[in-house]
């Protein structure tokens, strides 16, 4: 067909050669290689071109997207995705909970960065079945999260940006649990969610930060990551730090529930502390401001022995 159109509109047959050799080279010149990575469930995800239109699924994949330098090629977001500021601005599909399809096609996304088990694997896969590229992240420490930028930032082709946030925040959190290496033990509990009561185990990362920073996780040794306990199961520990997160940035009322039991130790010496949220239970570049408050806690705590 593209012969008979080049001898149609060419007159003479060395102009249907030449008609043919420019096109053939101009094909060539813009085929490239695919670009490739591989996500948090060891699938190789490639993409024709560098990714122009992102959707990411959860505020944690907003954050690591922006700081991978490919934010200008956000489109869609999900509720709670507050950081950075201008994220506030992208349009909203939902919540990471349930996304609303409808709204997410109509942006035409040529890559989707989903939350493995944040998000619903049925929305997931039906996104992939309608022709979208799924990109699944879940870092599970701190090496995950630098990696997690390397990979968002090859797929949008903004490897500088990338590469330098996480080898910042790399640096960053040696530097801290270096500082930290030697601190003397504080037993401490996390309290990750107040109704039902929630903490973490030690391989969560919030326990990874914890013990990073001289703390001894309390309920570090349970087998979920996120555990549900109750009071009782605290006052058995008689933890001598209670840090309180949850969701929003002002929810300190949940240590308050910590002080009609005047016999915790956490609360004879006044160690019950707040860390925002977002600086700690989000894995993203901010885990290293987080973590730096959280150690600052733990120093507070043994100050007052």
């Not at 030449?18 to 990575?37: K, M, N, S, W, Y």
């Not at 090496?143 to 790399?170: I, K, Y």
């Not at 005047?262 to 006044?270: C, G, K, N, Q, W």
């Amino acid at each position: 067909m593209m012969m008979r159109r080049l001898i149609l509109l060419l007159p003479g047959l060395a102009f249907v050669g030449l008609g043919l050799g420019l096109v053939a080279g101009t094909a060539q010149a813009e085929e490239r290689d695919p670009v490739c990575a591989t996500d948090d469930r060891d699938r190789e995800v490639c993409l024709d071109a560098p990714a122009e239109r992102i959707a990411v699924l959860s505020p944690g994949a907003t954050e690591l997207t922006y700081a991978a330098g490919a934010g200008d090629r956000v489109v869609a977001v999900v509720a709670f995705s507050d950081y950075p500021p201008e994220a506030r601005e992208v349009t909203s599909v939902g919540s990471h909970t349930r996304v609303d399809l409808e709204a997410l096609v109509s942006l035409e996304p040529d890559l989707v960065v989903g939350w493995v088990t944040g998000n619903p694997a049925e929305q997931l896969e039906t996104i992939e079945e309608l022709g979208m590229a799924v990109f699944y992240i879940e870092p599970r420490d701190v090496e995950g999260v630098a990696s997690a930028m390397e990979r968002l930032a090859r797929l949008a082709d903004t490897e500088a940006q990338g590469e330098r946030a996480a080898r910042e925040f790399r640096e960053g959190m040696a530097s801290l649990a270096e500082r930290h290496a030697d601190a003397e033990p504080v037993t401490t509990f996390y309290q990750v969610w107040d109704e039902p009561l929630m903490s973490v185990n030690d391989e969560h990362l919030i326990g990874q930060v914890v013990a990073m920073c001289g703390g001894v996780n309390v309920f570090g040794e349970l087998s979920r990551l996120v555990p549900r306990i109750d009071d009782e199961a605290v006052l058995a520990a008689d933890p001598e730090v209670i840090v309180a997160g949850g969701m929003g940035e002002e929810n300190r009322h949940w240590l308050t529930h910590w002080e009609q039991y005047p016999s915790l130790a956490a609360v004879a010496r006044d160690n019950l502390f707040f860390v925002p949220p977002s600086l700690i239970q989000r894995p993203t570049p901010r885990l290293l401001e987080g973590s730096r408050i959280l150690c600052e806690k733990l120093e507070v705590a043994r100050g007052r022995r």
